[in-house]
């Protein structure tokens, strides 16, 4: 069966006060409860060693990381050296990497190769442009970033990925994929993971949406047949949004 999963990107905000304390608050919340989903925050990679502890109800993971181990690449971090401070999983992909930072299939790929071997786990992201939403085609763009990224893995490997749907034209705006959409989106990268791998494997992979959900919309977005949890960025800065998003799951 596969897993529901909650997890916030907290992109390039909070001072360090503000994220100790954010993270200190879910965790407490999450204590209290039985919870029926798996919590992740992606932080920035500088508070990692801050906010990295043992038993926390919160997996904690890095926002991105570079292929290589080591070398002269300033400014980067390798997914070794987020693996050896104890980061447990990491963010591939997201759309403003790909816009933003120019990163390519290719080096989302080796991105991908230098996460599973050095065992974190990898959310990794996808999705359209409004101009590709448009002309029709969204659907076989989103399925050829997840082939020319993803597919290539073995069976046991792709096991550990989870596959965040984050339509571009929803990020951060304010308008949200309706569960229709969503939902339609989530079941043909589903079909896509069957054609590639198998439908027992297509079935047990969990594939969240993300794009402006809050807690308004999370009901109905969360609870669509093929949407199995939410990739949260706004609504995961403040602890009572992102509790109420996961409370979608108790
Ligand atoms: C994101 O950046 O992954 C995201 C989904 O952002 P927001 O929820 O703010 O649209």
New binding site residues.
Partial sequence: MRKKIVAG?W?MNLSLDEAKNLNEEINVALGKNENKCDVYNFIPSIYLTSLIEKDQEVVIGAQNGYPDKNGAFTGEISMNQLAEIGANAV?IG???RRQLFNESDDLLKRKVDSAIGEELKVFF?CGETLEQRESGNYKEIVIEQLSNSLFHLAINDFEKVVI?Y?PIW?????V?ASPDQANEMHKGIREAIAHAYSQEIAENTSILY?????PSNANELLTQTDIDG???????LNSRDFLAIISTYN
């Fill in positions: 990107n992109k963010l997201h759309s403003e992201c965040a984050e929803a990020i951060g705006t304010g949200t993300g794009g402006s959900c809050k939410g990739l949260i960025g706004g609504a995961s």
